[in-house]
Protein backbone atom coordinates (compact mmCIF):
# COMPACT_ATOMS: atom_id res chain seq x y z
CA UNK A 1 0.00 0.00 0.00
CA UNK A 2 1.36 3.49 -0.76
CA UNK A 3 -0.03 6.89 0.59
CA UNK A 4 -0.29 9.77 -2.33
CA UNK A 5 -0.45 13.32 -0.90
CA UNK A 6 -3.07 14.90 -2.87
CA UNK A 7 -4.82 17.70 -1.04
CA UNK A 8 -3.19 20.54 0.66
CA UNK A 9 -4.12 21.71 3.92
CA UNK A 10 -5.54 24.92 2.63
CA UNK A 11 -7.17 23.32 0.05
CA UNK A 12 -8.71 20.65 2.54
CA UNK A 13 -9.51 23.52 5.46
CA UNK A 14 -11.72 25.46 2.38
CA UNK A 15 -13.66 22.27 1.25
CA UNK A 16 -15.17 21.49 4.39
CA UNK A 17 -15.82 24.80 5.17
CA UNK A 18 -17.52 24.94 1.76
CA UNK A 19 -19.37 22.28 2.03
CA UNK A 20 -21.05 23.30 5.37
CA UNK A 21 -21.56 26.73 3.54
CA UNK A 22 -23.27 25.09 0.25
CA UNK A 23 -25.47 22.84 2.58
CA UNK A 24 -26.64 25.74 4.45
CA UNK A 25 -27.25 27.52 1.20
CA UNK A 26 -28.86 24.01 -0.05
CA UNK A 27 -30.92 23.77 3.14
CA UNK A 28 -32.59 27.62 3.68
CA UNK A 29 -33.03 28.28 -0.21
CA UNK A 30 -35.33 24.80 -0.39
CA UNK A 31 -37.26 26.70 2.89
CA UNK A 32 -37.45 30.03 1.34
CA UNK A 33 -38.65 28.39 -1.69
CA UNK A 34 -41.57 26.49 -0.30
CA UNK A 35 -43.84 28.93 1.25
CA UNK A 36 -42.50 31.23 -1.84
CA UNK A 37 -40.47 34.34 -1.71
CA UNK A 38 -43.04 37.28 -1.84
CA UNK A 39 -44.26 35.44 1.52
CA UNK A 40 -40.95 35.41 3.40
CA UNK A 41 -40.54 38.16 6.11
CA UNK A 42 -37.06 40.46 5.80
CA UNK A 43 -36.35 38.60 9.53
CA UNK A 44 -36.86 35.55 8.74
CA UNK A 45 -33.82 32.89 10.38
CA UNK A 46 -33.50 31.15 6.93
CA UNK A 47 -33.68 34.41 4.58
CA UNK A 48 -30.84 35.86 7.24
CA UNK A 49 -28.92 32.48 6.76
CA UNK A 50 -29.50 32.42 2.79
CA UNK A 51 -27.56 35.99 2.60
CA UNK A 52 -24.88 35.37 5.58
CA UNK A 53 -24.20 31.77 4.13
CA UNK A 54 -24.41 33.39 0.33
CA UNK A 55 -21.56 36.04 1.28
CA UNK A 56 -19.14 33.02 2.77
CA UNK A 57 -19.77 31.31 -0.34
CA UNK A 58 -18.70 34.00 -1.85
CA UNK A 59 -15.41 34.57 0.17
CA UNK A 60 -15.16 30.96 -0.34
CA UNK A 61 -15.36 31.04 -3.98
CA UNK A 62 -12.62 34.16 -4.45
CA UNK A 63 -10.35 32.02 -2.04
CA UNK A 64 -10.67 29.46 -4.26
CA UNK A 65 -9.96 31.23 -7.19
CA UNK A 66 -6.77 33.36 -5.84
CA UNK A 67 -5.00 30.36 -4.35
CA UNK A 68 -5.90 28.45 -7.61
CA UNK A 69 -3.59 31.04 -9.01
CA UNK A 70 -1.04 31.92 -6.71
CA UNK A 71 -0.90 27.79 -6.12
CA UNK A 72 -1.29 26.73 -9.88
CA UNK A 73 -3.54 24.76 -9.06
CA UNK A 74 -6.14 25.84 -11.07
CA UNK A 75 -3.29 24.97 -14.64
CA UNK A 76 -2.41 21.91 -12.94
CA UNK A 77 -5.81 20.12 -12.25
CA UNK A 78 -8.61 22.07 -13.95
CA UNK A 79 -7.06 22.41 -16.97
CA UNK A 80 -8.14 20.03 -19.86
CA UNK A 81 -5.20 18.66 -21.81
CA UNK A 82 -5.37 16.66 -25.30
CA UNK A 83 -5.08 13.65 -23.12
CA UNK A 84 -8.26 14.44 -21.14
CA UNK A 85 -10.34 14.56 -24.29
CA UNK A 86 -9.29 11.09 -25.40
CA UNK A 87 -9.79 9.37 -21.63
CA UNK A 88 -13.71 10.59 -21.02
CA UNK A 89 -14.70 7.90 -23.04
CA UNK A 90 -12.90 5.70 -21.14
CA UNK A 91 -13.78 7.21 -18.23
CA UNK A 92 -17.33 7.05 -18.25
CA UNK A 93 -17.76 3.68 -19.52
CA UNK A 94 -15.83 3.04 -16.33
CA UNK A 95 -18.27 4.40 -14.13
CA UNK A 96 -21.49 3.21 -16.29
CA UNK A 97 -20.36 -0.42 -17.02
CA UNK A 98 -16.94 -1.34 -15.85
CA UNK A 99 -17.02 -0.21 -11.91
CA UNK A 100 -19.71 -3.12 -11.69
CA UNK A 101 -17.20 -5.64 -13.00
CA UNK A 102 -14.61 -4.98 -10.16
CA UNK A 103 -12.48 -3.43 -12.28
CA UNK A 104 -9.79 -0.81 -12.07
CA UNK A 105 -10.06 2.51 -12.49
CA UNK A 106 -8.16 3.74 -15.67
CA UNK A 107 -7.35 6.51 -13.78
CA UNK A 108 -4.87 7.25 -11.37
CA UNK A 109 -4.62 10.36 -9.53
CA UNK A 110 -1.12 12.15 -8.66
CA UNK A 111 -0.14 15.21 -6.85
CA UNK A 112 0.37 16.92 -10.24
CA UNK A 113 -3.03 15.90 -12.11
CA UNK A 114 -5.41 14.37 -9.50
CA UNK A 115 -8.54 14.90 -11.32
CA UNK A 116 -9.95 12.56 -13.75
CA UNK A 117 -11.37 13.99 -17.36
CA UNK A 118 -14.94 13.60 -16.06
CA UNK A 119 -13.92 15.43 -12.70
CA UNK A 120 -12.61 18.24 -14.69
CA UNK A 121 -15.70 18.96 -16.16
CA UNK A 122 -17.66 18.66 -13.63
CA UNK A 123 -15.85 21.25 -11.03
CA UNK A 124 -14.80 22.92 -13.49
CA UNK A 125 -18.40 23.84 -14.45
CA UNK A 126 -19.71 24.25 -11.18
CA UNK A 127 -17.09 25.94 -9.87
CA UNK A 128 -16.46 27.85 -12.88
CA UNK A 129 -19.92 28.73 -14.35
CA UNK A 130 -22.43 27.77 -12.11
CA UNK A 131 -20.66 29.14 -8.84
CA UNK A 132 -20.31 32.45 -10.08
CA UNK A 133 -23.53 32.44 -11.72
CA UNK A 134 -25.06 31.78 -8.05
CA UNK A 135 -23.35 34.08 -6.48
CA UNK A 136 -24.07 37.15 -8.97
CA UNK A 137 -27.89 36.69 -9.15
CA UNK A 138 -27.66 36.14 -5.16
CA UNK A 139 -25.95 39.57 -4.68
CA UNK A 140 -28.35 41.11 -6.88
CA UNK A 141 -31.23 39.17 -4.94
CA UNK A 142 -29.85 40.49 -2.06
CA UNK A 143 -30.55 43.62 0.39
CA UNK A 144 -27.95 46.36 -1.69
CA UNK A 145 -30.34 48.62 -2.31
CA UNK A 146 -28.27 50.24 -5.31
CA UNK A 147 -28.08 46.85 -7.21
CA UNK A 148 -32.06 46.10 -6.15
CA UNK A 149 -33.22 49.27 -7.77
CA UNK A 150 -31.85 48.82 -11.01
CA UNK A 151 -33.08 44.97 -11.02
CA UNK A 152 -36.98 46.17 -10.82
CA UNK A 153 -35.77 49.06 -13.16
CA UNK A 154 -35.29 46.57 -16.10
CA UNK A 155 -37.83 44.50 -14.99
CA UNK A 156 -35.78 41.47 -14.61
CA UNK A 157 -36.48 39.59 -11.31
CA UNK A 158 -38.16 36.99 -13.21
CA UNK A 159 -34.83 35.94 -15.09
CA UNK A 160 -32.98 36.39 -12.34
CA UNK A 161 -34.79 34.34 -9.98
CA UNK A 162 -34.93 31.53 -12.64
CA UNK A 163 -31.48 31.50 -13.09
CA UNK A 164 -30.86 31.55 -9.27
CA UNK A 165 -33.18 28.57 -9.15
CA UNK A 166 -31.59 26.36 -11.64
CA UNK A 167 -28.03 27.07 -9.97
CA UNK A 168 -29.64 26.03 -7.00
CA UNK A 169 -31.00 22.57 -8.63
CA UNK A 170 -27.90 22.25 -10.61
CA UNK A 171 -25.53 22.41 -6.93
CA UNK A 172 -28.04 20.25 -5.64
CA UNK A 173 -27.33 17.52 -8.29
CA UNK A 174 -23.75 18.15 -8.00
CA UNK A 175 -23.64 17.49 -4.05
CA UNK A 176 -25.92 14.30 -4.33
CA UNK A 177 -23.44 13.21 -7.28
CA UNK A 178 -20.18 14.26 -5.45
CA UNK A 179 -20.91 12.22 -2.28
CA UNK A 180 -21.82 8.91 -4.28
CA UNK A 181 -18.54 9.24 -6.14
CA UNK A 182 -17.18 9.97 -3.02
CA UNK A 183 -17.45 6.11 -2.10
CA UNK A 184 -16.10 4.72 -4.74
CA UNK A 185 -12.19 4.76 -3.48
CA UNK A 186 -10.09 1.71 -2.38
CA UNK A 187 -12.89 1.50 0.78
CA UNK A 188 -16.45 3.34 0.94
CA UNK A 189 -14.57 6.27 2.98
CA UNK A 190 -11.16 6.13 1.85
CA UNK A 191 -11.98 9.52 -0.66
CA UNK A 192 -13.14 10.99 3.01
CA UNK A 193 -10.58 10.17 4.68
CA UNK A 194 -8.43 11.60 2.10
CA UNK A 195 -9.37 15.15 2.47
CA UNK A 196 -9.09 15.08 5.81
CA UNK A 197 -5.20 13.18 6.45
CA UNK A 198 -4.57 14.67 2.40
CA UNK A 199 -3.28 11.79 1.57
CA UNK A 200 -5.00 8.85 -0.70
CA UNK A 201 -4.27 4.93 -0.02
CA UNK A 202 -3.40 2.91 -3.29
CA UNK A 203 -2.39 -0.31 -4.00
CA UNK A 204 1.29 -0.83 -4.47
CA UNK A 205 1.11 -2.81 -7.54
CA UNK A 206 4.27 -5.25 -7.35
CA UNK A 207 6.29 -7.87 -9.21
CA UNK A 208 6.60 -11.17 -8.01
CA UNK A 209 10.04 -10.27 -6.89
CA UNK A 210 8.63 -7.32 -4.46
CA UNK A 211 9.50 -4.42 -7.54
CA UNK A 212 7.09 -1.74 -7.61
CA UNK A 213 5.39 -2.53 -11.37
CA UNK A 214 6.07 1.69 -11.20
CA UNK A 215 9.71 1.23 -11.34
CA UNK A 216 9.77 -1.12 -13.77
CA UNK A 217 7.87 0.75 -16.30
CA UNK A 218 10.07 3.73 -15.64
CA UNK A 219 13.70 1.95 -15.83
CA UNK A 220 12.39 0.71 -19.27
CA UNK A 221 11.06 3.62 -20.77
CA UNK A 222 14.66 5.07 -20.18
CA UNK A 223 16.38 2.36 -21.73
CA UNK A 224 14.13 3.42 -24.55
CA UNK A 225 15.05 6.71 -24.16
Known amino acids: MKRVYLHTLPLRIWHWANALVVILLIITGIQIRLPGIASVRPQDPALLIHKYA ?124 HLYMATLGRTIFSHTKAMITGFEEEFDERREDGTPIQDVLACGNLQKG
Open 54 to 177: GWAMTASWVFWFIYGLVSNNLRRHYLFRRRDFKGIFTQAKFYLISIFRGEENPFRPTPDDKFNPLQKLAYGTIMGIFAPVLIITGILFSDISFLRRYVLLWDVVGLVNAVHVIGLYVFLLFVVT
